[in-house]
Structures are given as C-alpha cells and as structure tokens.
C-alpha cells in the first residue's frame, strides 16, 4: 500500500514538475508577446503622429494651391487688359499711319 501511494506521489510530482515547466514557458512567451505590444503600440502613436502632420502638410498645399489658382486668375485678367489694350494700341497707331 505505502508502494502505490509513493507510486502516486512520484506521479503527481512528475506532473507537477510538467505543468510547472509548462508555465514557466507560457510566462516566458507572455513576456515576449508584452513586448512585442508595446512595440506595437508604439509604433501605432508614430504613425498617428506622422498622419497627423501628413493631414497638415495637405492642408496647408490645398491652401497654397487655391492661392496659386487666384494668382494664375488674376494673371489671366491681367493678359486679358493687356490684349485689349494693344488692340486699341494698334487700331491707334493705324489710324494716325493713315492720317500721315
């Protein structure tokens, strides 16, 4: 009987000894999955923050590009003044040619 029950008792050390061995490897793979988080997490805020000043910088082009587009507007008014303005130049200048 004290056979069986030292029997047992080596059994369930044994089992215990693999489970015990068992954790000891879950926890190490858990530190390591912690880590790889917070890597993750990291990384996560630094792409927040470089979106961000992405979202900005594309702001600030559309903010350019509407005032290049009012520029390139106000040229073309301009051109415009001056075509019609050498036209009333030239009818001037043929009309004093034909006065000579």
């Known amino acids: 009987m004290d056979e069986k029950i030292l029997e047992l008792l080596q059994k369930m050390d044994t089992s215990i000894n693999d489970i015990q061995g068992e954790i000891k490897w879950i926890n190490t793979r858990l530190d390591g999955m912690e880590s790889d988080i917070k890597d993750l997490k990291t990384g996560q805020v630094e792409i927040k923050d470089d979106l961000k000043e992405i979202k900005d910088d594309i702001l600030k082009l559309d903010i350019k ?36």
Not at 74 to 82: C, E, F, R, T, V
């Open 65 to 100: 590009t509407e005032d290049t587009k009012r520029s390139i507007k106000l040229m073309q008014l301009d051109i415009n003044k001056i075509e019609t303005i050498t036209n009333y130049n030239l009818n001037d200048i043929a009309t004093l040619k034909a006065i000579k």
